[in-house]
């Protein structure tokens, strides 16, 4: 009778130290732990120490990291953008086929940049309005990498290095621009592929992205709308 009162004590006392989760902090011998187990399930052990998942994650320039209740974290994107965690960043993926195309609305940025996939009759127009009307645009690569200017003129005609576009693998790109200048380059090699000039103060407002045939476009913390031309 007396050893089961005494049982009994004794696991009235343990109780608390189950309760409040004092068994898995005892595992941790002078504060370090060994696996990620040691820690709270928000946690993760690196180098004996429990830290957040998120320590250290870049979830790039659209996204945010937070952590899971498994010792790992995730990269959360706005709405309709995706984590791609090759290119680190949030994307959206559409697809161009005529006669669809897609408008990006870049209100008031000054760079943009995409992966493509596809190498046929490639468009990017730079606009200021959504429909195209307007004949002040910057033309950039088409499958014989022609730039446009003003009124269709064609005001400089460019080589890119052979192979820039790939039809059955992502290539990286990036625009910047300011008031008179359209600076373009491949992301994999920060390089500066070319400089054009922007005339008639035109203000970018819109991308356009069309191709002939089918190519797939990942945009980076955008989200292009989607137009029927015919
Ligand atoms: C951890 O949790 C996240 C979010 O619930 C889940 O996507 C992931 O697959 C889990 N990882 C493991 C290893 O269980
Ligand atoms: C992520 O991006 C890479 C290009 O760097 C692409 O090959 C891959 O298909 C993308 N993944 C998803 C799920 O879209
Ligand atoms: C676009 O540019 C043209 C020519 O510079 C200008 O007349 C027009 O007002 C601009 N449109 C918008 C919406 O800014
Ligand atoms: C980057 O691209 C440019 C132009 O295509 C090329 O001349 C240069 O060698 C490339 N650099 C690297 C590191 O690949």
Redesign the pocket.
């Known amino acids: 009778m007396k050893a089961i009162f005494i049982i009994l004590i004794v696991m009235a006392c343990l109780l608390p130290i189950f309760l409040s989760g004092g068994y898995g902090i005892s595992r941790l011998v002078n504060n370090r732990c060994t696996s990620d187990t040691d820690c709270g399930r928000s946690k993760k052990c690196s180098e004996n120490t429990c830290i957040s998942p998120c320590d250290g994650v870049s979830c790039g320039n659209y996204g945010h990291c937070e952590a899971?209740n498994?010792h790992?974290s995730?990269c959360i994107c706005e709405s309709e953008l995706y984590f791609n965690s090759s290119i680190g960043e949030c994307v959206s993926h559409v697809i161009t086929k005529y006669p669809f195309m897609y408008i990006i609305f870049i209100n008031n940025k000054r760079y943009v940049q995409f992966y493509l996939k596809g190498d046929q009759d490639v468009n990017i127009y730079f606009t200021n309005d959504s429909l195209q009307t307007n004949e002040n645009m910057l033309f950039m690569i088409s499958v014989d990498t022609k730039i446009e200017g003003t009124n269709g003129e064609i005001i400089i005609i460019d080589e890119l290095p052979p192979n820039t576009l790939s039809d059955n693998e992502y290539r990286g790109f990036w625009f910047s621009w300011d008031d008179s200048t359209m600076k373009f380059g491949k992301i994999d090699n920060h390089t500066l592929l070319h400089s054009y000039p922007i005339k008639n103060g035109l203000k970018i407002r819109y991308i356009h992205l069309s191709t002939k045939t089918d190519a797939e476009w990942l945009v980076e913390g955008l989200i292009p709308e989607k137009i029927n031309i015919k």
Do not use: G, I, K, L
Request: proline letters at 0%; charged letters at 0%.
């Open positions: 899971n498994n790992t995730s």
